[in-house]
């Protein structure tokens, strides 16, 4: 008689942790069904680059779940009218590279995220396109920020290749170097 109750004890354990891991399933699948609703891109556990070159770009809505994505404008046509990126992301990382020369306007929701935006948006000059990269993040880090210049680059990378013209190096310590070698 004993057996049986601490048989039937298990088994009702056992049924109900099947009961909470179909709730908690249930409720991650809700949350995915309208977390990618509305959505131009949907990333989930994903590691990505949606690479915008030589397109017109138009309104888009990405969103992200346990995923790393960098959206590259870098290279993306304005259009005339204000742009809209809408980014949506939980437990992600996600990177905006914007061209230089665009208005850029940063605003939306937060929960325990991270925004870092290093572009600005210049209300004096209506004459360059105008982005508005919209975020709704839960526990996410969103970084935006204009594209690396090629020219600048090239430029500081050739002043420190000249700088090492100038060390001074011991002839013996080269010659021990050689030996070594």
């Known amino acids: ?16 942790g099947i009961v909470v891991v179909a709730a908690i399933l249930t409720k991650v699948a809700l949350m995915l069904k309208k977390f990618k609703k509305n959505s131009d891109f949907f990333f989930w556990m994903d590691q990505d680059e949606l690479d915008f070159t030589g397109e ?17 404008l870098a290279d993306a046509k304005p259009s ?13 990382n996600l990177d905006v590279i914007v061209p230089k020369g665009w208005n850029v306007q940063v605003q939306g929701e937060n929960k325990h995220s991270t925004i870092e935006n290093v572009t600005s948006l210049d209300k004096d000059n209506f ?22 210049q090629m020219d600048q680059f090239e430029d500081s990378l050739i002043e420190e290749v000249n700088g090492f013209d100038e060390i001074v190096v011991d002839e013996v310590v080269l010659d021990e170097a050689e030996a070594v070698i």
């Open 1 to 16: 008689m004993r057996t049986i109750k601490k048989n039937q004890g298990l088994i009702i354990g056992i049924i109900a």
């Open 80 to 92: 005339t009218n204000p742009m809209n990126l809408c980014l949506k992301g939980f437990s992600s």
């Open 127 to 148: 004459e360059l396109p105008l982005l508005f990269v919209n975020y709704r993040l839960n526990k996410s880090i969103m970084n935006v920020y204009y594209a690396y």
């Open 56 to 72: 017109e770009f138009e309104d888009t809505t990405i969103s992200a779940a346990f995923s790393s994505i960098t959206v590259d």
